[in-house]
């Protein structure tokens, strides 16, 4: 009979491991809170009434390590940990190194975007599994049903093509929200007005087929009103007026010219 995972160890208190810890909670035993931050691990370990853990040398027995660091530590940190434990870390960029002497080593990525102060329903978030075989992939397949339906095999590369997706849909467009705050509040506009255009913009974006609900002055070839504005911005915010115009632009050249 396949092993089920039932007590973790969580390293890391940020925004994704707040959210993982506090969901697995529900469903296992959190063995202990591990962090380079202890104020952050600290404080996380008391909200879950868990141990508090200082140092790898201290780490207790249990059946999954959940890496949940940033990107540039994974690598480094899981090297320090004793090859015995079987990990799985929660990056979308990070290749799994198949060629690791640890047995056990794996992926669990949620595809979204998390902040500790906001709740979210994670029973609709996706799920990514990788792992260096078959028997642990299918443990952490069925450990992040604990939390989600939408669980998937995903090879690193297919993850980090979806995490490349992500970060256009996702981090740029929460970017470009802030510059057109930015714009409008320097211009001493009030920028709650641009909230019914956005809500639309994004019911469009989930609903409908988005190249044929584009619209807007570069959609429209409208090269006048573009230029007009152009003058109008400096800096950052121009040039990336100026290369997303290009790519509506070009999209839909190339559109009329294969029609």
């Not at 940990?81 to 960029?93: K, M, V």
């Not at 996706?126 to 939390?147: C, G, H, R, S, V």
């Not at 619209?215 to 409208?222: E, H, L, M, Q, Y």
Request: charged share 20%.
């Amino acid at each position: 009979m396949e092993k089920k995972i039932k007590r973790i160890l969580i390293i890391g208190a940020g925004n994704v491991a707040t959210h993982l810890a506090t969901s697995f909670s529900r469903h296992v035993d959190i063995v202990g809170i591990f962090s380079k931050n202890h104020l952050s691990s600290k404080v996380l370990a008391s909200h879950l009434k868990c141990p508090h853990i200082e140092s790898i040398a201290q780490f207790p027995p249990c059946d999954l390590i959940l890496v949940c660091v940033q990107d540039s530590s994974i690598n480094d940190l899981i090297l320090s940990i004793p090859n015995h434990f079987n990990i799985a870390y929660s990056s979308g960029s990070v290749d799994l190194p198949l060629d690791s002497q640890r047995e056990n080593y794996g992926v669990l990525y949620p595809l979204q975007t998390f902040s500790k102060e906001r709740e979210l329903d994670i029973s609709n978030v996706p799920f990514f599994i990788e792992a260096t075989n078959k028997t642990f992939a299918k443990q952490l397949f069925d450990f992040a049903l604990l939390l989600s339906s939408h669980v998937t095999y995903a090879t690193s590369l297919e993850r980090k093509n979806l995490h490349i997706s992500a970060i256009f849909v996702s981090n740029f467009i929460n970017h470009l929200a802030y510059l057109s705050q930015e714009h409008a509040e320097s211009n001493h506009l009030n920028w709650d007005h641009l909230k019914p255009l956005i809500n639309e913009t994004i019911y469009k974006i989930v609903n409908s087929f988005t190249k044929a609900s584009q619209t807007g002055p570069a959609r429209r070839n409208d090269l006048e009103v573009i230029n007009d504005h152009l003058q109008m911005l400096n800096g950052f915010p121009k040039d990336i007026y100026k290369v997303i115009s290009e790519s509506i632009l070009y999209t839909y050249s190339k559109s009329t010219k294969n029609d």
